[in-house]
């Protein structure tokens, strides 16, 4: 294996990592949107249970935003990677 194809590989599974990291914050957004409804519905919006479930759903939001941050940034990883790779393929 070239150190170019060992880079592409690297940065392939970077990628995968990220996409995972991606998934789990969306799933951790989800539930506390979810716990956050049942707050609402059950206390009501201006509870402390809702405002906690707020607090929450917030920082899993943020969670999730630097999830989709780094998968971008690992998809231009694996871009420049593939780029180099076939750059070497032509020579």
Do not use: C, F, I
Not at 48 to 57: D, K, L, S, V
Not at 77 to 87: F, I, M, P, S, Y
């Amino acid at each position: 294996m070239t150190p170019t194809q060992e880079r592409v590989a690297r940065a392939r599974v970077a990628y995968t990592h990220a996409a995972h990291e991606l998934l789990v914050a969306t799933q951790a957004e989800l539930k506390a949107l979810h716990w956050l409804q049942v707050a609402e519905v059950t206390y009501g919006p201006a509870s402390e249970a809702a405002n906690q479930g707020r607090g929450a759903w917030r920082a899993a939001v943020e969670v999730r935003e630097k999830a989709a941050t780094g998968l971008r940034s690992r998809t231009e990883e694996v871009d420049q990677a593939q780029n180099a790779l076939e750059a070497e393929a032509r020579r």
